[in-house]
C-alpha cells in the first residue's frame, strides 16, 4: 500500500480546491505555506518515542534483548497551512487557518515511519472587531498557548511531558479589550473547551474518556498584555482552568490549574518566553503530570511545572539557544512502582534559515524519576527542508 503518496494526492486537491472556493468568493485572500522537513535523529536510550521522545523509560534486561537506543531519519513533521483573510464581514476582519502536518501515526507496514498519517494540527476561524473577537476552532489552551522555539519538536511542542501543556484542543473564545493604544493592548478572554482525559482512541471508532463523561466542557479564561511590534514584540499572560473527570456514581472530581506565560523581548535579539502552572488532573491539556490524569486510589494527580527559553538572534538568519522544562508531581499521590515521579529536560539548538532553505541543529536530554530510580536519555536532531 503506497499511502503517502495518496495523502500526498488528497492534500494537493484540498488546496486546489480551497483556492478554487476563494476565487469565487471576491474579497477573499488566501495565502498556502509550508515546511518539508527531514529530522534525522540519534536517541541513546529507550524512551516512550525515539524520533520525538518526551520522557525516559528504564530499560528491563529480561526484555530488551537488543540495544535500546537508535539513530534514523523521518519527513513526519512536514507542515502545510492554508489561510484565508476577508475585511468587512459582519462589520470586521474574518481569518481562518487550516494546519496540517503528517504526524498522526503511521500506518502499520513494513514501512513504517514512511507511511505516516496526515493529522490537523489546528484548525480555526476568528471574527474580530476593533474591541473583541469571538474564536472558534482547535488550538492550544489559552492559558498556555505559548510554545518553545524548535525545528525538532514541531509535531509534539517541545518540552510536552516537562512543563509545557500545550494539546490542540477544539473550543469557542470570546475576547475584549480592556485597554487599547497603538502601543500596548490589555485582552480578558474566556473559553469553553472540549474535555479531553487524554487517553489513547481506537484507529478509527471512539469512546468517550473519563473528562468527555463528565458531559461538561473544560472552562479557561485569561488576562492578557501585549505590546510593540516585530522582533520587539512582548506578552504576558495569566489564566485559569477547571474542569470535571468522571468517577464512580455520581460525584466529579475537578481538573484546575493556574498558569503564567510570557514572550518577554530584552532587546531586538534577545529574547525570553516561558511558562509555568500549578493544578490537578491535567493530563488532558497536554501531557500535564508527565501525561498522568490519576493516582493511588484515583485521585487527581497534583503538579507543578513549567519551561524557559532563551533565543538570541545574531544574525536575520541565525536563532541560538537553550532551556530547561520540568514537570514535577505530587509524590504522595503517585503508585511509587508504576508511575512517573519527575521529568526535567534541557536543550541547546541553533537554526540557519536562509530562505527557503531551513537547517537545524537540536541537542535535549531527558531525565525521568521513577520510585526505583532515574533513567536518562540523550537527543540529537538535525532537521533540513525548505519553506514555501
Same mark, same amino acid.
Given at each position: 500500500?503506497?499511502?503517502?503518496?495518496?495523502?500526498g494526492?488528497?492534500?494537493?486537491?484540498?488546496?486546489?480546491?480551497?483556492?478554487?472556493?476563494?476565487?469565487?468568493?471576491p474579497? %477573499?485572500? %488566501?495565502?498556502?505555506?509550508? +515546511?518539508?522537513?527531514?529530522?534525522?535523529?540519534?536517541? #541513546?536510550?529507550?524512551?516512550?518515542n %525515539?524520533?520525538?521522545p518526551?520522557?525516559a523509560v528504564?530499560?528491563?534486561?529480561?526484555v530488551?534483548?537488543?540495544? +535500546?537506543?537508535?539513530?534514523?531519519?523521518?519527513m513526519?513533521?512536514? &507542515?502545510?497551512?492554508?489561510?484565508?483573510?476577508l475585511a468587512?464581514?459582519?462589520?470586521?476582519?474574518?481569518?481562518a487557518?487550516?494546519? $496540517?502536518?503528517?504526524? @498522526?501515526?503511521?500506518?502499520?507496514?513494513?514501512?513504517?515511519?514512511?507511511?505516516p498519517?496526515?493529522?490537523?494540527?489546528?484548525a480555526?476561524? *476568528?471574527?474580530?472587531? /476593533?474591541?473583541?473577537?469571538?474564536?472558534?476552532?482547535?488550538?492550544?489552551?489559552?492559558?498556555?498557548?505559548l510554545?518553545?522555539?524548535?525545528?525538532?519538536a514541531?509535531?509534539l511542542?517541545?518540552?510536552?511531558?516537562?512543563?509545557?501543556?500545550?494539546?490542540?484542543?477544539?473550543?469557542?473564545?470570546?475576547?475584549?479589550d480592556l $485597554?487599547?493604544?497603538?502601543?500596548?493592548?490589555f +485582552?480578558? =478572554?474566556?473559553s469553553?473547551?472540549?474535555?479531553?482525559?487524554?487517553?489513547?482512541?481506537?484507529?478509527f471508532?471512539?469512546?468517550?474518556?473519563? !473528562?468527555?463523561?463528565?458531559?461538561?466542557?473544560?472552562?479557561?479564561? &485569561?488576562?492578557r498584555?501585549r505590546?510593540?511590534?516585530?522582533?520587539?514584540? @512582548?506578552?504576558?499572560?495569566?489564566?485559569?482552568?477547571y474542569?470535571?473527570? #468522571?468517577?464512580?456514581?455520581d460525584?466529579l472530581?475537578? /481538573?484546575?490549574?493556574a498558569? $503564567?506565560?510570557?514572550?518577554?523581548?530584552?532587546?531586538?535579539?534577545?529574547?525570553l518566553?516561558?511558562?509555568?502552572?500549578?493544578? =490537578?488532573?491535567?493530563?488532558?491539556?497536554?501531557?500535564?503530570?508527565?501525561?498522568?490524569?490519576?493516582?493511588?486510589?484515583?485521585?487527581?494527580?497534583?503538579?507543578?511545572?513549567?519551561?524557559?527559553?532563551l533565543?538570541?538572534h545574531?544574525?536575520?538568519?541565525?536563532?541560538?539557544?537553550?532551556?530547561?522544562?520540568?514537570?514535577?508531581?505530587?509524590? *504522595?499521590?503517585?503508585?511509587?512502582?508504576?508511575?512517573?515521579?519527575?521529568?526535567?529536560?534541557?536543550?541547546?539548538?541553533?537554526?540557519?534559515?536562509?530562505?527557503?532553505?531551513?537547517?537545524?541543529?537540536?541537542?535535549?536530554?531527558?531525565r525521568?524519576?521513577?520510585?526505583?530510580?532515574?533513567?536518562?536519555?540523550?537527543?540529537?536532531?538535525? !532537521?533540513a527542508?525548505?519553506t514555501f
Open positions: 500500500m503506497r499511502l503517502a503518496p495518496q495523502l494526492l488528497a492534500l494537493a486537491a484540498c488546496l486546489v480546491a480551497a483556492s478554487a472556493s476563494a476565487q469565487e468568493r474579497g %477573499v485572500e %488566501v495565502t498556502f505555506t509550508g +515546511t518539508v522537513l527531514m529530522n534525522g535523529f540519534y536517541t #541513546s536510550a529507550k524512551t516512550n %525515539v524520533d520525538l518526551q520522557f528504564p530499560g528491563d534486561a529480561a530488551d534483548s537488543f540495544p +535500546t537506543a537508535g539513530a534514523g531519519a523521518t513526519r513533521q512536514t &507542515r502545510v497551512q492554508v489561510n484565508a483573510f468587512g464581514f459582519a462589520g470586521g476582519n474574518l481569518s487557518e487550516l494546519d $496540517v502536518d503528517f504526524f @498522526g501515526g503511521q500506518q502499520p507496514s513494513a514501512g513504517g515511519r514512511t507511511f498519517l496526515l493529522r490537523i494540527r489546528r480555526w476561524g *476568528e471574527l474580530a472587531w /476593533s474591541r473583541g473577537a469571538v474564536f472558534v476552532g482547535q488550538e492550544a489552551p489559552p492559558i498556555a498557548e510554545n518553545p522555539v524548535s525545528l525538532a514541531l509535531g511542542s517541545a518540552y510536552s511531558g516537562a512543563g509545557n501543556l500545550w494539546l490542540w484542543i477544539p473550543q469557542v473564545r470570546l475576547s475584549g $485597554v487599547s493604544t497603538p502601543g500596548f493592548v +485582552t480578558l =478572554e474566556g469553553a473547551l472540549a474535555p479531553t482525559g487524554y487517553t489513547p482512541q481506537g484507529p471508532l471512539t469512546q468517550p474518556d473519563r !473528562a468527555e463523561q463528565s458531559r461538561r466542557p473544560y472552562l479557561q479564561s &485569561r488576562l498584555a505590546w510593540g511590534a516585530g522582533p520587539t514584540a @512582548g506578552e504576558v499572560s495569566v489564566g485559569g482552568h474542569g470535571w473527570l #468522571s468517577t464512580a456514581g460525584s472530581l475537578a /481538573s484546575k490549574a498558569a $503564567v506565560a510570557a514572550r518577554i523581548p530584552i532587546t531586538a535579539e534577545v529574547e518566553r516561558g511558562e509555568a502552572f500549578v493544578g =490537578e488532573g491535567i493530563a488532558g491539556l497536554g501531557g500535564g503530570a508527565i501525561g498522568q490524569n490519576f493516582g493511588v486510589g484515583g485521585v487527581p494527580v497534583r503538579t507543578r511545572g513549567g519551561w524557559a527559553q533565543n538570541l545574531p544574525a536575520r538568519t541565525v536563532t541560538l539557544g537553550g532551556g530547561f522544562g520540568i514537570d514535577d508531581p505530587e509524590d *504522595e499521590d503517585l503508585d511509587l512502582a508504576t508511575q512517573r515521579l519527575k521529568n526535567q529536560t534541557w536543550e541547546v539548538h541553533a537554526h540557519w534559515r536562509p530562505a527557503p532553505i531551513v537547517l537545524g541543529l537540536e541537542f535535549r536530554q531527558h525521568t524519576t521513577y520510585g526505583a530510580g532515574s533513567a536518562t536519555a540523550s537527543h540529537v536532531n538535525l !532537521a527542508g525548505w
